[in-house]
């Protein structure tokens, strides 16, 4: 684990001991991947090729499979219009985003865990023959560093190969990514685990790279926490503009840039792509679609639960035959959230009180 993220972490949790409903951190977060790029609305689809960037993210080392934890817990939410359960997933709207419509009685019960995500591989067998879904999905476990060159590791590997062997079939899918090696490896290792035949053409559109969100430069947002004295770094800056808005100077809108994404890219390329698409981003544009597409219901508050989006994880997107849109966050691991107290905790054998 690195240097800085022991320190966070220790100054986290010796808080915590002391106080355990009052847990604040006294350094900031690590490195949060740049963009050189500033590309704006560039549909034109092309070949994978260079310059991005992604968020605030935890060295790898601390991301293993075995110490992301195991959520028990879940609830049961029916899609169906007569469901008596609140439906955040049912987030129903006409293809021009500008009236809602019910979802038919006939859509089958999503499985949400504590967190308010469901599987990946859930919603795909849920799925009608007549309806379309693009899953957005953070990338799959990187090494250390932040570089558009930067590979997965081999755990990463594994846990986009596991995601694919749970959605086997014989449809073919379409497959997006922002062109950094890390989203082409985790989409190749996702059509691998799936047995496809021949590795797929991937689509690199550079809307996803990280920046769609944001008004300034991504490597400038941990400046911009410390000048408002969020102990957080980029990663609370970014959580508690996702909830609770604000930051005008650094961030748009979320719903309605969030809203401008889907029309401008979703549904102008949809005809272009297969019945299930797959869009491989990173977490500073991955994270605010999904809490966006939960109505602001996922659990990544990072302020609050130190949650943060997890590799693999996201928000499906389900375009029904009725023109109506749906919003699902979804998960390709055990969980779709990491929960930095929780890893810190486990692996010093510090028990919560």
């Given at each position: 684990?690195?240097?800085?993220?022991?320190?966070?972490?220790f100054?986290?949790?010796?808080?915590?001991?002391v106080?355990?409903n009052a847990?604040n951190?006294?350094?900031s977060n690590?490195?949060?991947?740049?963009s050189?790029?500033?590309e704006?609305l560039?549909?034109s689809?092309?070949?994978?090729s260079?310059?991005e960037?992604?968020?605030?993210?935890?060295?790898?080392?601390?991301?293993s499979?075995?110490?992301?934890?195991v959520?028990s817990?879940?609830?049961h939410?029916?899609l169906s219009s007569?469901s008596?359960t609140?439906?955040y997933v049912?987030?129903?709207s006409s293809i021009n985003?500008?009236?809602s419509?019910?979802?038919?009685?006939?859509?089958?019960?999503?499985?949400?865990d504590?967190?308010?995500?469901?599987?990946?591989?859930?919603i795909y067998?849920?799925?009608t023959?007549?309806?379309?879904?693009?899953?957005i999905i953070r990338?799959?476990?990187?090494?250390?560093?932040?570089a558009?060159?930067?590979?997965l590791t081999?755990?990463?590997i594994?846990?986009?190969?596991?995601?694919?062997?749970?959605?086997?079939?014989?449809?073919?899918?379409?497959y997006?990514?922002?062109?950094f090696?890390r989203?082409?490896?985790?989409?190749?290792?996702?059509?691998k685990?799936?047995?496809?035949?021949?590795p797929?053409k991937l689509?690199?559109n550079y809307?996803?790279t990280?920046?769609?969100?944001?008004k300034i430069s991504a490597?400038?947002?941990a400046k911009q926490?410390?000048?408002?004295?969020l102990?957080?770094?980029?990663?609370e800056?970014m959580?508690?503009?996702?909830?609770e808005?604000?930051y005008?100077?650094?961030?748009?809108?979320?719903?309605p840039r969030?809203?401008?994404?889907?029309?401008s890219v979703?549904?102008?390329?949809?005809?272009?792509w297969?019945r299930?698409?797959?869009m491989?981003s990173h977490d500073i544009?991955?994270?605010p679609?999904?809490?966006?597409g939960?109505?602001k219901?996922?659990?990544?508050?990072?302020?609050e639960?130190y949650h943060w989006?997890?590799?693999i994880?996201g928000?499906?997107?389900i375009i029904?035959?009725?023109?109506?849109?749906?919003y699902?966050?979804v998960k390709?691991a055990?969980?779709?959230?990491?929960?930095?107290?929780?890893?810190y905790?486990a692996e010093?054998?510090?028990?919560?009180?």
């Amino acid at each position: 684990m690195g240097i800085v993220m022991r320190t966070h972490l220790f100054a986290l949790v010796t808080v915590c001991i002391v106080t355990l409903n009052a847990c604040n951190d006294n350094s900031s977060n690590p490195d949060i991947e740049s963009s050189s790029s500033d590309e704006s609305l560039n549909h034109s689809w092309i070949p994978a090729s260079s310059s991005e960037h992604d968020s605030p993210e935890w060295p790898s080392s601390a991301m293993s499979s075995s110490a992301i934890p195991v959520f028990s817990s879940s609830e049961h939410l029916s899609l169906s219009s007569s469901s008596t359960t609140e439906p955040y997933v049912n987030l129903s709207s006409s293809i021009n985003q500008s009236s809602s419509s019910a979802i038919a009685e006939t859509s089958p019960e999503i499985v949400l865990d504590k967190d308010g995500f469901a599987t990946i591989a859930d919603i795909y067998k849920s799925l009608t023959p007549s309806e379309k879904a693009i899953f957005i999905i953070r990338h799959s476990e990187r090494e250390d560093d932040v570089a558009l060159e930067t590979e997965l590791t081999a755990n990463g590997i594994k846990m986009a190969q596991d995601l694919g062997a749970t959605l086997k079939s014989d449809e073919e899918f379409t497959y997006i990514t922002s062109g950094f090696v890390r989203t082409n490896e985790t989409a190749n290792n996702i059509s691998k685990g799936r047995e496809e035949t021949n590795p797929p053409k991937l689509i690199t559109n550079y809307d996803i790279t990280g920046n769609w969100f944001l008004k300034i430069s991504a490597d400038s947002l941990a400046k911009q926490a410390t000048a408002l004295g969020l102990k957080g770094s980029s990663i609370e800056l970014m959580a508690r503009w996702a909830y609770e808005g604000g930051y005008p100077e650094t961030f748009y809108e979320m719903e309605p840039r969030a809203q401008e994404f889907i029309q401008s890219v979703i549904l102008k390329n949809l005809p272009k792509w297969k019945r299930v698409s797959i869009m491989v981003s990173h977490d500073i544009f991955v994270m605010p679609l999904t809490v966006f597409g939960s109505q602001k219901k996922v659990a990544l508050k990072y302020y609050e639960d130190y949650h943060w989006i997890n590799y693999i994880a996201g928000v499906a997107i389900i375009i029904s035959d009725d023109n109506s849109i749906r919003y699902i966050p979804v998960k390709g691991a055990v969980s779709g959230v990491i929960d930095y107290l929780a890893l810190y905790m486990a692996e010093h054998k510090i028990q919560s009180k």
